[in-house]
């Protein structure tokens, strides 16, 4: 297990999405409510990059075509086929900093 620099927890504020490049993985980390998940940054659709997205609570909504991902878990939500479940990630705040596991 590798832990990865995200930043200051008062750099993402509630609803908002940051991506970070971790061992070569492109990972999204939001903020639902005060607490910090993440998981894979790119669509399984097309290949969107999930933080230019929105996050309505747990829904991350892809910026191309509309499929809801729960960033609590990487499993979709919502879009008309079956898309291919994202990867999620411990994510660890020590001393307000904010990194994630992979
Ligand atoms: S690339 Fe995400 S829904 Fe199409």
Redesign the pocket.
Known sequence: MTKFLVGDISDLEDGKLINITAGGKEIVVGNVDGIFFAMDNI??????E?HEGTLNGKELK??????KWDITTGNLIW?PQN?QKLESYKVVIEDNILYVET
């Open positions: 669509c399984s659709h097309a290949g969107a999930l892809c910026p191309w075509h509309g499929a879009f898309l």
